[in-house]
């Protein structure tokens, strides 16, 4: 959940028990594995259910109880099943001579993927089961939000995005990977230093919504589906 800012990543296990308290009041679970002793570095994660509907909200907590100051950046990251499609939206069609979005390319992706879709509105990207071959694509998204559909279900992620902040990858704060049948839905919090005892949050919304999509669908036909559901 973390993304050091310059230091090498460290690889910690995910099969260690958790520690967690209900808070039945607040509908909510916390949990809160242990120090990574390497860095220093406490993770803990809220998760909030609505009283009503699908929707869920995510507060990641990183916490430096090291010594000495941590450069970082809360990186959460939703892996979900294959044979659906993710769903970025592209910035407001503009006649402007600036640019208006930054993209970030890992060194394995090839922008002719046939996975890998660029419209006028959207960026959209496949999982595939077959293909093996790595994807990942890093977005300064504005929207923000993302979505992954799949078999007439709809995950959407919404997420915050401060433009005078720095964020990791050539300023992603929103990124796609795929790798067979699992692709993520990843967003990332501003880089931030953070000194001993100091702590960085970064809340996300979950949803889940019955949406159908042709396949392929067109941009007019996920604007017709997904915008009465995104809109703030």
Request: proline fraction near 7%; charged fraction near 20%; hydrophobic fraction near 45%.
């Amino acid at each position: 959940m973390g993304r050091a800012g310059a230091a090498a990543a460290h690889v910690f296990s995910d099969n260690d028990p958790v520690p967690h308290a209900i808070e039945a009041e607040a509908g909510a679970i916390r949990l809160t594995p242990a120090v990574e002793a390497v860095n220093g570095i406490q993770k803990a994660m809220r998760v909030v259910l609505d009283r009503e509907g699908t929707g869920v909200t995510i507060e990641h907590t990183i916490t430096n109880t090291g010594a000495w100051p941590i450069e970082l950046a809360p990186w959460a990251i939703t892996v979900l099943p294959g044979g659906g499609e993710a769903i970025v939206p592209q910035e407001p069609a503009s006649e402007g001579l600036l640019p208006v979005r930054s993209m970030a390319l890992w060194g394995y992706t090839v922008l002719n993927d046939p996975r890998l879709t660029f419209g006028r509105g959207y960026v959209r990207v496949k999982a595939v089961d077959a293909e093996k071959r790595a994807l990942k694509i890093g977005f300064g998204n504005t929207r923000g939000w993302a979505a992954y559909h799949r078999a007439g279900t709809l995950f959407l992620k919404r997420f915050a995005y401060e433009a005078a902040a720095r964020y990791p990858d050539y300023g992603s704060n929103n990124e796609i990977y795929t790798n067979g049948g699992m692709l993520e839905v990843e967003t990332l919090a501003p880089l931030q230093k953070l000194e001993p005892g100091a702590a960085a949050s970064h809340v996300e919304r979950w949803s889940l919504h019955r949406v159908d999509l042709g396949a392929p669908a067109t941009d007019a036909e996920i604007d017709a589906a997904l915008q009465p559901i995104v809109r703030p």
